[in-house]
């Protein structure tokens, strides 16, 4: 099974989710459904196998600096910790240490097509131009 997996700055808080099903992510957080101030929503991915993004969600952890990130320093981060999923779940192992990634993950997609998106209130944008008021 593949989903989503996308990050939400919520009030003052960094939130990592998966989704089934991005439109509804979407209506929940940027349509008002949830009632809750969202200033910056970043797609990292949409076609991650489960396991991995629940991985990655249980082991989310912000960063220093992360509200002046780019597309290029998600890309970074999401990089490392798929890194360290392989790692820990021995699928590195499994491919034969080809470094290789699975799914599609912030921006790079197989056939190199380019999928990241910062996403806040004031509408769509990559490498953070989409970014919200602070706060």
């Known amino acids: 099974m593949k989903v989503g997996l996308y990050v939400c700055r919520v009030r003052e808080e960094w939130k990592m989710v ?17 009632g809750q101030r969202v200033s910056r929503w970043l ?9 991995q993004a629940t991985w990655m969600v249980e082991n989310f952890e912000v960063e220093r600096g992360m509200d002046q990130w780019g597309e290029e320093h ?7 910790k798929l890194e360290k999923y392989e ?5 590195l192992e499994a491919r034969g240490g080809d470094g290789g990634q699975s799914g599609d993950y912030c921006g790079k ?5 380019r999928d990241a998106r910062v ?13 919200g008021p602070a706060g």
Do not use: K
């Not at 990292?44 to 489960?50: D, H, M, S, T, W």
């Not at 998600?74 to 490392?80: E, F, N, T």
């Not at 790692?87 to 699928?91: I, K, L």
């Open 43 to 51: 797609m990292l991915g949409r076609e991650l196998p489960l396991s």
């Open 74 to 80: 998600w890309q970074v981060y999401i990089q490392r």
């Open 109 to 113: 997609r197989r056939g190199g097509g």
């Open 119 to 131: 996403v806040s209130r004031r509408g769509v944008g990559s490498s953070g131009a989409g970014r």
């Open 18 to 34: 998966l989704s089934l099903d991005v439109r509804v992510d979407v209506a929940w957080w940027l349509e008002g459904v949830s």
């Open 87 to 91: 790692r820990a779940s021995g699928e």
